[in-house]
């Protein structure tokens, strides 16, 4: 089984309407990061959360929120989806451990559409 | 501050011959740098990772990266190219007591036959 895991894998939605994109994991991690990765852009930072209490804003926060349910899920909303929000979403987790260098560790995606 | 600079977003190489992707670094203090690939509708996958040990550091599928402290660089190399080689490679950088990662724009390697 995976040990992160995103729903849903693909989405088409319309302009203005509510989306959330769900990311669960089983690899005990603290942290929990979601990334939105746009051609020749790279993989850019959302939000990012050490625990359950801690919520950050990345470089590129602004249409999107999000929510740490528990330790294991991290949840990303768009609450008026537009077409720039376009583009292939990822969560990651890593350690929080001294030693563990950041490593990051990838879900295996979720393509949004907003038409 | 950190960042990344991957040079050339496309890098064709021939089945067989040497893969050399180049990433340079950005960084005020000793860095974490990561090479991740990327297959078609996957997720990223860890390649390999410096973290101040070994300056050459090997990784998965026969790739390795040699950490130059003066060149500020980190780049990427194969011996010889395989088809499933293909994929998009993306360098990171992370530094101690800094806790997010910043990622490169990424390459995308063709290999071909």
């Known amino acids: 089984d995976a040990d992160v895991t995103q729903t849903p894998r693909n989405r088409i939605t319309k302009t203005g309407k509510r989306i959330m994109l769900e990311c669960s994991q089983t690899?005990?991690?603290?942290?929990m990061y979601w990334y939105r990765q746009d051609p020749g852009l790279g993989l850019r930072l959302i939000y990012y959360?050490?625990?359950?209490?801690?919520?950050n804003k990345g470089e590129i926060s602004d249409g999107y929120s999000v929510s740490r349910q528990a330790q294991a899920k991290f949840s990303l909303s768009l609450e008026s989806a537009i077409p720039n929000q376009t583009a292939l979403y990822f969560c990651?987790?890593?350690?929080?451990?001294?030693?563990?260098?950041?490593?990051?560790?990838f879900g295996p995606g979720t393509r949004l559409t907003v038409l | 501050a950190q960042s990344v600079t991957q040079l050339g977003s496309h890098v064709s190489v021939s089945e067989g011959a040497l893969v050399l992707l180049r990433c340079n670094y950005s960084?005020?203090?000793?860095?974490?740098l990561f090479w991740y690939v990327q297959y078609p509708n996957q997720g990223l996958q860890l390649l390999l990772k410096?973290?101040?040990?070994?300056?050459l550091v090997k990784g998965i599928n026969g790739f390795e990266a040699e950490f130059k402290k003066s060149e500020t660089s980190f780049h990427l190399t194969k011996p010889s190219a395989h088809m499933s080689d293909a994929a998009e490679y993306f360098c990171?950088?992370?530094?101690?007591?800094?806790?997010?990662?910043?990622f490169g724009t990424g390459t995308k390697l063709q290999v071909i036959p």
């Open positions: 960084s005020s203090v000793p860095p974490y």
């Open positions: 690899k005990g991690h603290d942290r």
């Open positions: 410096y973290t101040s040990a070994a300056t």
């Open positions: 959360s050490f625990d359950v209490k801690d919520i």
């Open positions: 990171a950088v992370s530094v101690r007591g800094y806790q997010k990662v910043t």
């Open positions: 990651a987790t890593s350690e929080s451990e001294t030693g563990s260098y950041n490593e990051q560790f």
